[in-house]
């Protein structure tokens, strides 16, 4: 009589030991079927305005609230908006399309249609996520269970049990993450009008004044590339060592500006010179280095107009155009997402160069000018480069896709976008005012097409007089 007493304590704590392991084992891989799940997943994607957005969940977090997570063209960024749940979303954005619903939008001040179609993508975006990813991990799931199943060679009914049961507590894990402790993301996603609600603005850091005097005398200044440096044309009387490296011509427009208003007009603009190379940054240029153009800017503490020419070497134009003209055609895939990408950083490069203008002290005029149209409709002297009207058709919608970010960018801050006019005057015309393939700067202004420039930008002038 007294075995039972003693087996009894014995055999319940080492069944439910068993259970216990059991259980434990199997949320377990339930857990890291959900995280695996949330890995692999594809992120949705949506369309806002035509722009591509991508949404799907961070990394699951340890922490119960805090960050999502951006991917801006490669870089991860934590959004300043935090978001309940261990569950996060996470947005990418690979590239910046411009196009006439996005133009419209901005032109009218209709913000309230875009902010609502961006938010309710958005959300929409993360429902379907959190949807897809229910199933993908539903499926690991089945696999795992299954094999297991399999291996230990269980009866069908148990084997159906459980695989019901491991469904039934992944898709509870999902409910938890992304439906209850996640509820409020929804809601969140769909307070984001624009990126910088997503991560912040940046604070701005001033170009530091150039050394060296005050350039009182000069009344406006020109920075920017080769276009505006004449390159190719007259060099300059007295040229110095960084005029000769900058490839700055005497027939610059700068030049004809200086003449026509009887002022001094200093041109820093240089051939080769990016925003982030040559605007906001020095220039390397062989043995001679270039401070940053709006730092020696900063100089001319009187000047009341600043002009910019810029955007070409951003976007590679000059090698966009070598492509086009050795490929057989110019509108392929593998150039238009190079042209894309270029672009894309250029416009993110092309906001911070804004918000520098807008913080210069002196508040001069800002006139931000587009680029003119090499070609025209007669391409026949092109024939021999290998540039086709259908190629230069495909050329010249990009060059209207970056005057179009230069124009918006302008209007928005504030500024004058310029548009010179070379109208029956291209490379295969009588008087062309671009410079040709057997000339020295192919593609950039001749005289002609300095002076037209010129008469553009004389337009938009304030008095130059101080």
Known sequence: MRWFPRRFPHRLPRRFLIVLAGSVGFAAAALATVWLAVRITPLQTVSVAGQTVEVGAAPPALNLSGPGELDLFGQKIPTRVDFDGPIRPRLKLTHIATNDQVAKLLRSGDHGQLTMTVSGKLASGWLHYGLWET???????????????????????????????????????NAVGFYLLASSTPRALQHVRSLQDLVGRSPLTPVPRASGPVLGDVRAVVVGDSTAAGTGNRPLPHPGDLDKACR???????????????????????????????????????????????????????????????????????????????????????????????????????????????????HPKVLINEYYDPFGPDTGCL??????????????????????????????????AVRPLFAGHGLCTEQPYVQGPTDRAPLHPTAAGQLAIAVADQRALPPLHG
């Open 248 to 362: 700055r011509s005497a027939d610059a427009y700068a030049r004809v500006l200086a003449a026509n208003n009887r002022a001094k007009v200093q041109n820093l603009a240089c051939s080769g010179a990016t925003i982030r190379d040559g605007l906001l940054g020095v220039q390397i240029l062989g043995s001679q280095v270039a401070p940053p153009q709006m730092s020696e800017a900063q100089r001319a503490a009187n000047a009341s107009v600043i002009i910019v020419s810029i955007g070409a070497n951003d976007v590679r134009w000059a090698d966009l155009v070598r492509l086009c003209a050795a490929s057989p055609s110019c509108d392929d895939k593998a150039s238009t997402a190079f042209f894309q990408h270029r672009l894309t950083r250029f416009t993110l490069d092309y906001q911070k160069l804004l918000r520098q203008l807008a913080s210069l002290k002196q």
């Open 135 to 173: 199933a993908v991990a539903a499926g690991l799931i089945l696999l795992a269970l299954a094999a297991w199943t399999g291996v230990r060679r269980m009866p069908p009914r148990r084997t159906l049990t459980l695989l019901v049961t491991g469904v039934a507590v992944v898709c509870a894990l």
């Open 383 to 416: 024939k021999d480069e290998g540039l086709t009207p259908a190629k230069a058709k495909a050329l010249e919608s990009r060059l209207a896709a970056l005057n179009t970010v230069l124009r918006e960018g302008a209007e928005r801050a504030g500024f004058t």
